[in-house]
């Protein structure tokens, strides 16, 4: 992207930490940056300099922020507006911020200074042809442009079965085509931004209800049926014009010209590759377009940390040798402080002397290890396990709509957003698909062809295991009845089309991290923090199928505390418990499986890992858990004490209860010596 002009920026914000923080950072880019703390101060500034960008905070001493960018609006300042702000989340305020003020960028504090410069840069230099925003507009208008062509061609199949509704009257299979033909358009139509064609269409759906009724006088409503529908023909094959103009005109104004058409080979993944090696980045960059991955390539830490702040990346694979050994270790957590970065998939490359850096990667936690590939297929195997964590963490939602447009339009919000989307057109095979991809949320529409949403819903709230799963509905009715209906019947939420895309990703992620804390509560033991110990064995089984699928390792791995049966109170082995738990939650990784098994063990699970690469990671946790002054209890008369026993996928067995007896036989063989020393 071309380096932007250097601006005149005014920053608006009473507290004195954030000028500190963002104003030596847009000066060292070269911008000139006036400091205003009042909004009364920040209009004389604006007097008297050319501003070409306010960043605004949303809680001034004298006025809201909102109320400012509203003051300077109403007096015709066209500059570009940036909202920084602690508050203001909701989808009403953001709306009001984007449509109605023009606002080109909100963020919300805490930011990190490295990060708001770059979101400035990009802001100040829009049109530049790498802006992610504007590649996620150009996809959405060529979806709008797409329906808008075939929109004149549905209205009038719609005309076509209304015809026919003409000649059969009581034929109420084709009224009840008819009504699910103008159901589709009256919310799509909206949701695409035609909202004038998706009332009409609502005028039509309204009145051929009144026909499967027999409400009001059947020629006369025929009539208006027919007379409504022209008006919309004609109202599509104006907007399908305008449209197309539109999206001539952006695409004229790109930096290289081009259609707007969908790409079906986009990049479903972005890794970013820190190596100074350029064959072994050319190597990643070839294997990663074979599997429809973007590798972008950084040769030293701080031009990774540029290109992570310039646009989002899902992984990053870093050479443990980097420099030197800290360099990489550092760049790792800087990635990490980066906002949405902080369960970052991390992968580090190492030449050698494995087993010595496992025990100090493990310190930076949801990472993994690889020895330097040789050869494209251990390299290959390494990008697949980062991308399997990256995927293991993106929230899964079904999305279930019998109306292929909206579906796709709707999917690609929310896959933009990180999430990972399924689609259903019909019911028919429901508790198959949802029992394959198990959703964290189900988007579901009320009117379904055969079983209503509502039924579905019901069904699913009698199966345990999708008992507490969100459920948001999707209507195109607002009426207070369906309101009801969607929640009496078990649903935690519900849409009405159009729909809005802030406030349908407010409202999912609203759904989702509710479930998420009830999850927490319900999976978790309250006192060592561990997974239970079937939320454990089902995690267990997931990744035990994941291993086999892609012929990786897995080790299992059985830990007793000993002693813990001669504490004399239950508070003091709820103590010890305690002490286990933190101590297994600090030192492993996210990805690590941690559960407690029984009154005195706990149990772990790693993703492929052998052994040998294991076991001076858990035995590290046996010494620094004999070491714990927190063990030190008066009413405990024995030696506490951490004796484990390690099991291998698929040396040591092929299933679960396999894995685990070995695990086991050899944790009570490892019990009976006297010297802490780990039985393989």
């Known amino acids: ?244 103009d539109k999206t001539s005109k952006r695409a004229a104004s790109a930096p290289e010209s081009g259609d707007f058409e969908l790409q079906e080979a986009s990049p479903v993944a972005r890794i970013l590759v820190v190596d100074d090696d350029a064959a072994f980045l050319d190597l990643v960059d070839e294997l990663a377009r074979r599997h429809q991955m973007e590798a972008v390539r950084a040769s030293n830490a701080s031009e990774a940390l540029e290109l992570a702040c310039m646009s989002k990346v899902d992984a990053a694979l870093i050479d443990v040798e980097l420099g030197s050994r800290d360099i990489a270790f550092k760049l790792a957590s800087d990635l990490r402080l980066l906002p949405g970065y902080h369960q970052l998939p991390l992968g580090f490359l190492s030449g050698s002397g494995h087993i010595e850096k496992t025990i100090e990667v493990d310190n930076v936690g949801h990472c993994l290890l690889f020895h330097r590939p040789q050869g494209a297929d251990a390299l290959e195997a390494a990008l697949s396990q980062l991308m399997a964590i990256k995927q293991a963490s993106r929230s899964r939602i079904l999305l279930i709509d019998d109306d292929v447009d909206f579906l796709k339009r709707t999917a690609f919000v929310l896959s933009h957003e990180g999430m990972e989307v399924q689609t259903l057109t019909t019911t028919a095979d429901i508790l198959e698909h949802m029992q394959r991809f198990s959703p964290d949320l189900v988007l579901l529409d009320v009117m379904m062809p055969g079983v209503s949403g509502f039924d579905i819903c019901r069904m699913l709230r009698t199966i345990p295991r999708w008992r507490d799963l969100p459920i948001v509905f999707l209507t195109a009715y607002a009426d207070i009845d369906t309101r009801l209906a969607c929640l009496k019947c078990g649903g935690d939420d519900y849409l009405i089309k159009p729909v809005v895309n802030e406030e349908l990703l407010v409202r999912l992620r609203m759904r989702l991290d509710r479930a998420r804390s009830l999850k927490q509560r319900l999976e978790h033991d309250h006192i060592s923090g561990l997974l239970s110990r079937p939320a454990f064995m089902e995690q267990l089984a997931g990744m035990l199928s994941e291993a086999k699928r892609h012929k990786w390792n897995l080790v299992v791995c059985l830990m007793k505390i000993n002693g813990l049966s001669s504490c004399n109170h239950h508070v003091v082995s709820d103590s010890v418990l305690s002490t286990a738990g933190n101590l297994i939650l600090k030192r492993l990784r996210t990805e690590d499986l941690k559960g407690r098994f029984n009154d005195e063990k706990v149990i772990l699970g790693f993703r492929a890992e052998t052994l040998s690469s294991i076991d001076p990671i858990v035995n590290k946790l046996v010494g620094e858990f004999a070491a714990s002054p927190a063990l030190e209890h008066e009413d405990c008369s024995a030696q506490l004490r951490l004796t484990y026993g390690l099991a291998c996928y698929p040396d040591d067995g092929a299933s679960m209860h396999e894995l685990l007896e070995i695990a086991d036989r050899r944790l009570h063989e490892e019990s009976h010596d006297s010297v802490s020393k780990p039985v393989r």
């Open 1 to 244: 992207m071309a380096e932007p002009d250097f601006k005149t920026i005014l920053v608006l914000d009473d507290d004195p930490q954030f000028h500190k923080l963002v104003v030596p950072v847009l000066t060292y880019r070269g911008h000139k940056v006036l400091s205003a703390h009042r909004a009364d101060e920040a209009c004389q500034l604006m007097k008297s300099n050319k501003v070409d960008l306010a960043i605004v905070d949303g809680q001034l001493p004298d006025k809201t922020g909102i109320d400012w960018i509203t003051d300077v609006r109403s007096r015709g300042v066209t500059a570009l507006i940036m909202f920084v702000s602690a508050y203001w989340r909701d989808a009403q305020s953001y709306h009001k911020l984007t449509k109605e003020l023009g606002v080109s960028l909100v963020l919300h504090k805490p930011v990190m200074a490295s990060v708001f410069a770059a979101e400035v840069d990009i802001l100040l230099g829009r049109a530049g042809e790498d802006s992610p925003q504007r590649d996620f507009e150009d996809t959405l208008l060529a979806l709008r442009s797409e329906y808008a062509q075939e929109l004149p061609a549905r209205l009038s199949e719609l005309s076509g079965l209304i015809k026919q509704i003409t000649n059969q009257p009581d034929n109420l299979f084709l009224l009840g085509e008819a009504r699910t033909h103008a159901h589709k358009l009256r919310g799509t139509a909206s949701s695409y931004g035609f909202q004038p064609i998706g009332d009409l269409s609502g005028t039509v759906e309204e009145a051929i209800i009144k026909l499967i009724k027999g409400d009001g006088d059947r020629a006369q409503l025929v009539e208006q049926i027919e007379a409504t529908i022209g008006k919309a023909i004609a109202m599509a094959a104006t907007v399908a014009q305008e449209v197309e």
